[in-house]
């Protein structure tokens, strides 16, 4: 019996985040995959994030191209994310990197990516460059990898699904992907979603809902974003799907570690939300099978202090509502803008059922001992 766990990234965001500057102690789902203690590729793998720069072209499973800015605006290269992370499932690529473009060379040089170097021939009249044939693909060796080390056969028994804005509606992506597949649809899946984020014009069915494969699903949204075009969505679920959601504190990349207090960039002053996001994705991922190292590990006193501190720094979150990633701010009903499947509604409209806590986004960040106990 294997389970996987897919972590997707954010838009622009990529797996060596976990050192990057504007997070005071990594960004999370960079951070989460660096501290996955199984084998990669068979027990776990980390996607790139749309507009992030196509540095993982080079072994990804399915063929990928360079977006550009389309990317960071329209998640142009995450259809072919989720492709990716489908085939690593079946334990079976569609396609293999055999040969590089002078392109692609230099742009995984400059990114610091192993690579072998190029081999120059003939003299400076007519040199020739050999950006290099492999007789072992990356593809290959990373099947080879699967087959070797998961247990029981290729094919998981369980699918962990960890993502943020697009990463996390990515997450949404792969789940009804698998649903539809003759080989992955029944296999049960976990979702751990921070702050999913379509961007524009994409709110269609696949981004927006889930089947009755997800088991489990738990979000954390940032109430205090105000970017237009940044809309949080609450996925519609089956029946069968247990869903915890919860508000946090701060902009959409306060809750994966940015302290800053413009929710972009500056000190870090605004630990809290981050450090509450991280330890209950650390909690989920070991309660569905995944073993982790370097742990947060909060009691429940640290818990109730870190929520003391969301509380009495009110004044500083409710001034996060004048920034905006885009220049321009939107709100609804003096709230966040979200929307509930496809459709618009205030943040603190999305509770009820079949939430659990069913104060869903409407719930206080007072501290209670029984707010997260479904997560537990």
């Known amino acids: 019996m294997t389970t996987v766990t897919v972590y997707f990234c954010g838009t622009g965001s990529t797996k060596f985040d976990a050192t990057h500057e504007n997070y005071w ?7 989460l995959a660096a501290h996955s203690t199984g084998r990669e590729f ?19 499973f399915v063929q990928n191209k360079e977006y550009g800015m389309t990317g960071s605006l329209f998640g142009k ?8 992370a489908l085939s690593i499932l079946k334990g079976k690529c569609e396609w293999q990197r055999e040969k590089l473009t002078e392109a692609e060379y230099n742009r995984l040089k400059a990114a610091g990516i192993p690579i072998e170097d190029v081999t120059v021939t003939g003299s400076w009249m007519w040199r020739k460059y050999d950006y290099g044939n492999r007789s072992v693909t990356q593809q290959q060796l990373q099947e080879q990898l699967i087959k070797t080390f998961r247990k ?47 961007g524009p014009l994409n709110f269609q069915s696949a981004r927006v809902e889930l089947g009755k494969n997800v088991e489990e699903y738990v979000g954390f949204f940032a109430r205090d974003e105000r970017s237009k075009g940044f809309s949080c969505v609450v996925p519609e679920t089956a029946s069968n799907t247990r869903v915890h959601i919860y508000p946090m504190a701060g902009r959409h990349a306060t809750l994966v570690g940015n ?20 330890h209950f994705a650390e909690t989920c991922l070991t309660r569905w099978g995944v073993a982790l190292d370097k742990r947060l590990n909060l009691s429940a006193a640290d818990l109730e202090a870190r929520h003391k501190t969301l509380v009495s720094d009110e004044a500083k979150y409710a001034a996060m509502h004048k920034y905006s990633y885009t220049k321009i701010t939107e709100s609804e009903k003096n709230e966040r803008y979200a929307s509930l499947g496809s459709k618009g509604v205030a943040f603190s409209a999305i509770k009820g ?21 479904d997560i537990l």
């Open 77 to 84: 290269g995450w259809e072919e994310n989720v492709k990716h």
């Open 42 to 60: 068979a027990e776990w793998i980390v996607v790139d994030g749309p507009g992030s720069g196509n540095l993982q072209a080079d072994e990804m």
């Open 152 to 198: 029981d056969g290729v094919i998981p028994t369980r699918v962990n699904l960890v993502g943020w804005s697009r990463g996390a509606v990515s997450c949404h992506m792969l789940a009804n992907a698998m649903l539809n597949d003759s080989e992955l649809k029944h296999i049960p899946v976990n979702i751990f979603a921070v702050d999913p984020v379509p």
């Open 353 to 373: 059922a079949p939430y659990q806590p069913a104060g869903g986004l409407s719930q206080s960040l007072a501290y209670s001992p029984t707010t997260y106990k």
């Open 25 to 31: 102690n990594g960004e999370l789902i960079s951070t």
């Open 259 to 278: 302290a800053a207090p413009d929710g972009d960039k500056g000190d870090k002053v605004l630990v809290a939300p981050g450090m509450v996001v991280r």
